[in-house]
């Protein structure tokens, strides 16, 4: 109200919003652009063929990547991480899980297999020299930090993808739903300045059963966090199979193989206005979900 009432003031703050204000003509070859490069879909692929044209991971966007509580989002996330690190470059904050649990889990990941040797171990990790990086923090850290940490991968790393694991890690009242809606703006605003693609993790609320699918109402905190982002995917690991499963005859298990273990759901794609659901298979040795329960883990990134 002080601003409309002070004209020389609004004069002001009128004459540096001018220099935001362009013509649309001046935009022509940007416009020209979005079309040979299929602005809508641009992005990295995702390790699974089925989602190929569907869905990808495109730069200056923000993905929330939300689920009940052990139901693999992180593990998605981190396979994500694995198979992709040949092409671009990934930073790991997992808030959650010790540096030791991560890496046991994302070299099994991009090995292909549950036991490498030592020998094979640190092949890998040469591999990831100047692609992987992790913050080596577990603890709430102050939203502040987090901007601060993603500033310098962003502009120092030329780090391309973060994983945030997750936002209740992030300095913020479970209650406090200002302080949410301005953190995740700020994400926001990261991704785009930078022209990165940022990771967050997030938990949904608990419902009457567990093997009920969640959706992006079900999420938890503010309702502008999925007004915000660019896109919503949900992680849903399928527990009524697993319980017909330890029960089934074992004729009834073949059919039973064909049910997916878990859904990968696209609840919110701002850009390109797709939303899908994928089925994926969880492959226990190498730790990986594939397309299909007769698929063969990915290989090995040094293959």
């Given at each position: 109200m002080n601003i409309i009432q002070d004209k020389d003031f609004l004069d002001f703050m009128a004459v540096q919003e001018s220099q935001n204000i362009i013509h649309a003509v001046d935009f022509t070859e940007l416009a020209v652009q979005s079309f040979e490069d299929g602005e809508a879909m641009s992005g990295l692929q995702l390790p699974w063929p089925k989602t190929h044209g569907r869905f990808q991971l495109r730069k200056g966007e923000v993905t929330l990547w939300a689920g009940i509580n052990g139901h693999g989002k992180s593990q998605?996330?981190?396979?994500?991480?694995?198979?992709?690190?040949?092409?671009?470059?990934?930073?790991?904050?997992?808030?959650?899980?010790?540096?030791?649990?991560?890496?046991?889990?994302?070299?099994?990941?991009?090995?292909?297999?549950?036991?490498?040797?030592?020998?094979?171990?640190?092949?890998?990790?040469?591999?990831?020299?100047?692609?992987?990086?992790?913050?080596?923090?577990?603890?709430?850290?102050?939203?502040?930090?987090?901007?601060?940490?993603?500033?310098?991968?962003?502009?120092?790393?030329?780090?391309?993808?973060?994983?945030?694991?997750?936002?209740?890690?992030?300095?913020?009242?479970?209650?406090d739903y200002n302080a949410q809606k301005n953190f995740v703006d700020k994400l926001c605003w990261a991704a785009k300045t930078h022209d990165i693609h940022i990771h967050l993790v997030h938990h949904v609320r608990k419902s009457e059963r567990e093997g009920k699918v969640p959706d992006k109402f079900d999420i938890k905190g503010a309702g502008e966090i999925t007004d915000l982002v660019d896109n919503v995917c949900i992680v849903h690991r399928n527990k009524d199979k697993e319980a017909k499963v330890r029960t089934a005859e074992p004729h009834e298990l073949y059919a039973l193989k064909f049910i997916p273990d878990t859904s990968l759901i696209v609840a919110k794609q701002r850009h390109a206005g797709i939303e899908d659901m994928f089925g994926l298979y969880f492959e226990m040795e190498s730790q990986q979900f594939i397309s299909n329960p007769d698929a063969r883990p990915f290989g090995s990134m040094m293959d």
């Open positions: 998605i996330l981190g396979q994500i991480c694995a198979l992709t690190l040949p092409v671009s470059k990934w930073l790991v904050a997992s808030l959650e899980m010790p540096v030791r649990a991560t890496l046991n889990r994302m070299v099994r990941q991009m090995a292909g297999f549950a036991s490498p040797s030592q020998e094979y171990i640190e092949r890998l990790m040469k591999s990831t020299d100047g692609q992987l990086w992790i913050y080596d923090q577990l603890d709430t850290i102050p939203a502040d930090r987090i901007i601060a940490m993603i500033h310098y991968a962003a502009t120092k790393l030329g780090i391309e993808h973060i994983i945030l694991d997750s936002l209740v890690k992030c300095g913020l009242g479970v209650d």
